[in-house]
C-alpha cells in the first residue's frame, strides 16, 4: 500500500481467518473504541464451511462491531474472490451466493461495496493463474490489482 495511505486504513483479516475468528477479537479489545480510522476493510468469508447466509451473517456481525466501536469509520466491504478452477469452482459458486447477500448491507452503517471478482478471472470463466499462488492466495501482482481499487476509492 502507498505510506501515503498506510495511517487511513485498518485491515482485520488475517490468513486462514473465520469470520467467528475477527469477531472474537472484535468483541476482545482488537478494535478497540476509540480508535477511529478513518477506513476498515474488510474481506473475510472464504475459510468458512458454513452455508452461505450464516457467512453472510457473520460478515454482517463484523460489520456493525465495527461500527459500533467507530461509527465514523468508513467500512470498505470487499468481495470475496474467486478460487479454485474459477467460475465453475464450488467454492467460487459458494463465494458469490455470499458476496450476492453482502453487496446489499447498508450503507448507512458507512459501508461501500467493492466487487474486484472480475479482475481475477478470465474471458473463459477461468482463473487468471498468474494473480494466484495456489488457486486461493493471491501473488504479488494479484494484490497489486486489489491495492490499485482501494487506492482508487480512499483516494478520493
Known sequence: M????AHKITNLGFGGDKTQNVIWRLENGEFPV???PEYAVVMIGTNNGDKPES??????KILKIIHTQSPLTKIILMSLLPRGSGSNDNTTKRNNS????IKNYNRNLNIQYVD????YI??????RNELFSDKLHLTE?????????LLEIISD
Open 2 to 5: 502507498n505510506e501515503q495511505y
Open 34 to 36: 476509540g480508535i477511529n
Open 116 to 119: 474486484i471478482g472480475q479482475y
Open 55 to 60: 457467512t453472510a451473517a457473520g460478515i454482517g
Open 122 to 127: 478470465n474471458n473463459n470463466g477461468q482463473l
Open 98 to 101: 455470499i458476496n450476492n447477500i
Open 141 to 149: 501482482e494479484g494484490y497489486v490489482i486489489w491495492k490499485n481499487k
